[in-house]
C-alpha cells in the first residue's frame, strides 16, 4: 500500500520571518502616519470651505491629494491586516496576494501622484508633491515580489492543504 503525503509547511522564520515583520512595521508606521490626514480629512470647518464654489484650487488640490493618500494608507493597513491572517493560516494563497498587494500599492501611489502632480499643474500653484510614499511602495514592491514569487522557503511553507 502506497500513499502519498503531503509535504508538511515548514515553519515560519528566517529571511521569511524578516520579510513579515518588514511588512508588519510598514503597515504599523502607514496607520500611525495616517493619524493627522484623517484629523485633517475629518474636520468640517475644513471640509464646508471644501464644498464652497468660490473655493481656491490649491485647497482643493491640497484636500485631494490628503485623500487619496488616506485611501491608500487605509488600503495597505487593511492589506496587512488580510494577509497577516493568511500568513497565522499558512495558506497557499498568501504569496500571490501579498505580490498582488504590493503591485496594486505601487500603482495606487503612482495614479496618487501623477494626479496630484496633473492638478498642481492645472491651477498653476506650486505645491510639493510628497515622493516618499511612492518610493517606499516601489521599494518594497522591488524587493517583496520577488522573494515572495521565487523564495523556496516561502514555497514551502505556504503549500495548498
Known amino acids: ?38 484629523k485633517l480629512m475629518l ?50 494563497r498568501f504569496p500571490v496576494q501579498v505580490q498582488a498587494w504590493l503591485l496594486a500599492i505601487v500603482i495606487m501611489r503612482t495614479v496618487a501622484y501623477l494626479l496630484g502632480d496633473h492638478m498642481t499643474h492645472a491651477i498653476g500653484v506650486d505645491i510639493t508633491i510628497p515622493f516618499d510614499g511612492f518610493v517606499q511602495a516601489v521599494v518594497a514592491a522591488a524587493l517583496g515580489i520577488p522573494y515572495f514569487r521565487l523564495s523556496r522557503r516561502v514555497q514551502q511553507t505556504f503549500v495548498a492543504p
Open 1 to 38: 500500500m502506497n500513499t502519498t503525503s503531503k509535504p508538511e509547511p515548514r515553519q515560519i522564520s528566517g529571511w521569511l520571518l524578516i520579510a513579515l515583520i518588514c511588512l508588519a512595521a510598514w503597515a504599523f508606521s502607514t496607520a500611525v502616519a495616517l493619524r493627522d490626514p484623517l
Open 43 to 92: 474636520e468640517w470647518e475644513l471640509l464646508a470651505v471644501f464644498v464652497r464654489p468660490e473655493t481656491h484650487g490649491w485647497y482643493r488640490t491640497v484636500i485631494a491629494m490628503v485623500g487619496c493618500d488616506v485611501i491608500i494608507g487605509s488600503f495597505i493597513v487593511a492589506g496587512a491586516g488580510w494577509l497577516a491572517l493568511l500568513a497565522r493560516r499558512k495558506s497557499a
